[in-house]
């Protein structure tokens, strides 16, 4: 449980950065990409990033289509558009500046 | 993704699950796939419904899906009761077709603007003064001279437009005798200008064109005119355009949309004022002014002092008229001058059309509103039985947690079907109905004439009443619905009444709508049956009237040769003439002076005719002769009734004398007839005095007639039936008379008629619409009524109350609220009197069978309606009720 909250918030954050070093992931591959590249500390529960996802859709920020796979397997595969590039910028500023505070106030407590 | 894809995928909500599913699915392969475990690869996961459910409704718009489940809910409960449902959309629809039509002619008439730059900043002058018996009069026509000197004078601030009366005239197009009709407009030179109108073809009248009198012998054709005359060939300029004896050279057409100032007429030619021979005369008022503001003119401030300067100039003018008041008494002078210039807005044009029929529109609108309010409570009473009905649902869903909104969302939805499949109808109804009706006004021959375009107007109109009625008939049910407590209704309801007495309380009003209906419906049928029934005088049965026009003019002796030739067609029976048919357009009236006194303040009206034309009418004589063919005008005269009393009171007039005027030739009285209605048939009876139609000059020498009407008498029953063979008989004389126009002497009293037929005939037609919807909503509450208290009277069956009492208490409270909506409904309907007044013919509110008539006509619906309910309630088998139980 710790794991996910961890990601409380910054879901989309991650999901995006994701995106923009690695264009055309489909679902699997970007919860898979989440754990490994942060070192199994961080786990997207898997039932809540669909959800997640289809919101940053709606918000235009990625885009899906649906690609047929080598192994002959549909899959929905996502990527950036320019407006989820600019919210990228605005959300790692935000969670610069959080955390930035967060470690201001434990350095000082 | 777009708006536009969350409204697909509401309304694809399957295809979107299905494609959710599979990414779903897709997801756990992969891991499948990448080695795990499938258990748990589904158990990490978690709950595929719950991702489903949540990713479906943040890709569709959620407000739509709620609404489109709560539409085909809503379609699925207006199929199960179809033949409610059907009657339901059928009153609507007429209703709102009946109000939007209206709307359509009320606004067509009275409300839309001229097509023309600035018609807010347009006026009419006008003189309020005291009327020729004492009663206020209103006269919007000045003289040209007159004219003049206003335009010059606030020519800084403001253009004076002269337009003319819309005037159905003779003219010709070629120089044979082929005459036709077409309205005619004698416009001021800047009449195009202000109203910043482009041709469509040539040139139009332009200020120059009014620089002299006869200078400009122009005319200009209306779009209208050009399209159905001309089939738009741009070859018309140029063409020579007879009217009497000048001609008129076509320089140009007019705007497409622009029929002129008058608003229920098409203007087809447009001429300058100048060219009319009134225009040098001091002393007629024959034209229209128009004032329209100079752009940058402040209304508020610049108008009442432009009033006073106008006022001022007017005044001085007609003091100043020299031929104006020859011979008029003083107290008549003063009379005529004592008035007050105003101003009346006429951005929306000028018309004796807008005048008659202002009140006539307006109430047939109330009719059509009180229909359509009838159909909403007949409409909200079937939702309320069927909202009833469903009150364990409605519970169930309050119980699974659906808000008040949802409830309410769910309600009124079906209650916007119902209004959209009726405005579809009703859309209909009035496409046809407003035009019918408006080819119902004015005589056949002569229409009125409207642009009824469905435009932006008419649309908003119709969506705001599409609100208005579901606000009307949905909210109300929709709200108490959703007010349900579950709890109570769970354990089996709680006030079983209330349902009742909401509907009571409908019937209450919709017997009241219907009375008042009723109530005006019989004082406009009794006023035009009045009207009809009444006592003409003289007879129209078979007689054929030609109205014929001899240019310069024409001795009397040819158009006696004409009657003559007349008489020997085979059909004729008599022919006489007059010179203008009774109850036709014109009306000319005259002084009287008894013994060279000054003239008496009323005057008399007159009319030419020759022997034999009373015989021909069927009028009698009530003393002396008829004229002779030696008699001549100045000479003799015959008078009416009235005529005798009003100037020879108590006395016999036969043998006395009169002039038409101070120092006039003498008449003297050879005969009294009867009174007949001379001009209208409303009129009260006015002095009447016939002269010969052989008129003499001071000279003693016959003066020509330039128009008369032959008076023909025939065999057959149809009188028309002639009337090809006289009109040839009448060209192939060349003789100088030219057929101007033929019709009988019945069409012109029908003609009469017109207005109040139009609204009676309209009024019994929402009478009855509205007589039946109130039978029918009658016959709903009181049957469902019967169907929810089936236990309670079981039990009092059982217990032993009799039929009789059976009966009361089905009916009582009933029939208490039909008789407190009559009271409203008449005492409504004693108010709206008041407003119609001018509109009835020999008909008071008070009457007792006009009171009577709705009183009764609600009675017996009422009783017929209730019986089916009395029966059924009577028809109650207790044993079987309890058994149930």
């Given amino acids: 449980m710790a794991k996910t909250d961890a990601l409380q918030g ?100 | ?110 409300w839309r603007p001229l097509p023309i730059a600035h018609s807010s900043n347009l006026y009419i002058l006008s003189r309020q003064m005291t009327g020729l018996y004492g009663k206020p009069a209103e006269d919007d026509h000045w003289a040209t001279p007159d004219f003049n000197l206003m335009r010059d004078a606030v ?132 034209h229209h002014v128009f004032l329209m503001l100079k752009p940058g003119v402040n209304p508020a401030t610049a108008l009442d002092p432009l009033r006073q300067h106008l006022a001022a100039v007017s005044h001085a003018f007609e003091v100043d008229c020299s031929t104006c008041f020859r011979g008029v008494p003083q107290a008549t002078i003063d009379r005529l001058l004592d008035t007050k210039l105003v101003f009346h807005p006429a951005g929306a044009g000028i018309s004796d059309l807008q005048k008659d029929y202002r009140r006539s529109l307006g109430i047939l609108g109330l009719l059509a509103a009180l229909v359509l309010l009838i159909a909403c409570v007949n409409v909200a009473n079937m939702m309320t039985a069927q909202a009833a009905a469903r009150a364990q649902e409605m519970a169930l869903r309050i119980s699974i947690g659906a808000g008040r909104r949802r409830l309410v969302q769910l309600i009124l939805s079906q209650s916007a079907l119902l209004a959209v499949f009726a405005s579809v109808l009703g859309a209909l109804f009035a496409a046809w109905s407003a035009p019918f009706v408006l080819s119902l006004i004015n005589p056949p021959d002569n229409p009125a004439r409207l642009a009824l375009p469905a435009d932006w107007r008419v649309l908003l109109f119709g969506f705001g009443l599409i609100i208005l009625i579901v606000l009307l008939f949905g909210l109300l049910p929709a709200l108490r619905a959703s007010a349900v407590r579950p709890v109570a209704v769970l354990k089996g309801g709680e006030d079983p009444h209330s349902p009742r007495r909401l509907m009571r309380g409908a019937i209450a009003l919709q017997v009241a709508f219907c009375c008042l209906v009723l109530f005006l419906s019989s004082l406009f049928v009794a006023s035009f049956q009045h009207l009809q029934n009444r006592p003409l005088g003289f007879s129209t049965d078979r007689l054929l009237l030609l109205e014929a026009v001899a240019g310069k003019g024409q001795l009397p002796v040819v158009w006696n040769q004409t009657a003559e030739a007349l008489r020997a067609v085979p059909g004729v029976d008599s022919v006489a003439i007059s010179g203008w048919p009774l109850l036709g357009r014109i009306m000319i009236n005259s002084d009287i002076s008894i013994n060279d006194a000054p003239p008496s303040p009323t005057p008399a009206w007159f009319l030419s005719v020759s022997p034999g034309w009373l015989s021909t ?205 009559g009271c409203a409904g008449v005492a409504l309907g004693f108010g709206a009197a008041r407003y119609v007044e001018s509109l009835l013919y020999q008909v008071k509110a008070t009457d007792a069978n006009i009171l009577a008539l709705p009183a009764c006509a609600i009675l017996l619906t009422a009783l017929v309606a209730t019986l089916p309910a009395v029966l059924r309630a009577l028809d109650t088998d207790p044993t079987e009720i309890l058994r149930v139980e």
Wanted: proline share 4%; charged share 20%; aromatic share 8%.
């Fill in chain 2, 155 to 286: 020519k800084d601030q403001a253009d004076l437009i002269a337009v003319s009366d819309a005037d159905r005239t003779d003219i010709t197009w070629s120089t044979d005798d082929d005459m036709e009709k077409a309205h005619v407009v004698y416009a001021s030179g800047n009449m195009f200008p202000v109203f910043g109108l482009k041709p469509a073809l040539g040139r139009l009248l332009a200020p120059a064109d009014d620089r002299a009198p006869g200078a400009a012998p122009y005319a200009v054709l209306s779009w209208d005119y050009w399209n159905h005359r001309f089939g738009r060939d741009p070859h018309v300029l140029g063409h020579t355009l007879h009217i009497d004896n000048q001609n008129f050279e076509v320089i140009g057409v007019g705007p497409h949309d622009f029929t002129g100032t008058e608003k229920g007429t098409v203007t087809d030619i447009f001429l300058p004022v100048s060219m009319n021979s009134l225009a040098t005369k001091d002393s007629v008022n024959w």
């Fill in chain 2, 1 to 110: 993704m777009s708006l536009w894809s969350r409204i697909s995928n509401a309304v694809h909500g399957e295809r979107l699950n299905r494609e959710i599913d599979e990414e779903l699915q897709s997801h756990i392969d992969e891991g499948i796939a990448s080695g795990r475990d499938p258990k748990e690869a589904h158990r990490a996961f978690g709950a595929t419904l719950h991702a489903r459910e949540a990713g479906h409704s943040i890709r569709t718009a959620g407000w739509l899906q709620s609404l489109l489940a709560d539409v085909r809910f809503g379609w699925r409960q207006l199929c199960r009761n179809k033949v409610t449902s059907v009657a339901a959309v059928l009153s609507l629809a007429l209703g709102m077709g009946s109000c939007v039509a209206t709307f359509r002619l009320i606004d067509a008439l009275l």
């Fill in chain 2, 617 to 821: 009418m069927k009028i009698p004589l009530v003393s002396g002769h008829d004229f002779r063919l030696q008699d001549t005008s100045p000479g003799a005269a015959i008078v009416n009734e009235t005529f005798a009393k009003t100037y020879f009171p108590g006395q016999d007039p036969i043998g006395h004398t009169f002039e038409r005027g101070a120092n006039q030739p003498v008449n003297k009285i050879v005969g009294v007839t009867p009174d007949v209605p001379y001009h209208d048939l409303r009129e009260p009876n006015r002095p009447i005095f016939y002269v010969p139609f052989a008129g003499v000059d001071d000279k003693s020498a016959p003066s020509a007639v330039g128009f008369a009407t032959f008076t023909i008498h025939t065999d057959s029953r149809n009188p028309a039936a002639l009337a090809g063979s006289l009109r040839q008989l009448i060209a192939q004389r060349h003789n100088g008379l030219r057929v101007s126009n033929i019709t009988t002497q019945l069409d012109l009293v029908r003609d009469q008629t017109i207005r109040e037929r139009l609204i009676a005939m309209l009024a019994a037609f929402f009478a009855a619409v509205a007589l039946l919807l109130a039978g029918i909503g009658l016959y709903a509450v009181l049957n469902y009524s019967v169907l929810q208290r089936r236990r309670e009277i079981g039990i009092r069956m059982a217990v032993g109350a009799p039929r009789s009492r059976i009966v009361r208490l089905v009916t009582l409270d009933v029939f208490l609220m039909i008789a407190l909506g």
């Fill in chain 1, 10 to 109: 910054s879901l989309d954050l991650l999901v995006l950065k994701l995106l923009s070093r690695r264009p055309r992931l489909h679902g699997y591959a970007i919860m898979a990409a989440i754990a490994s590249t942060s070192g199994e500390v961080l786990r997207a529960e898997e039932g809540s990033l669909y959800p997640a996802l289809y919101r940053m859709e709606e918000a235009g920020w990625i885009r899906a289509e649906w690609i047929t796979k080598d192994t002959g397997r549909r899959a929905r595969i996502y990527e950036l558009t320019a407006a989820g590039k600019k919210q990228l910028g605005a959300e790692e500023s935000r969670w610069q500046s959080v955390s930035l505070a967060i470690n201001r106030v434990l350095r000082e407590a």
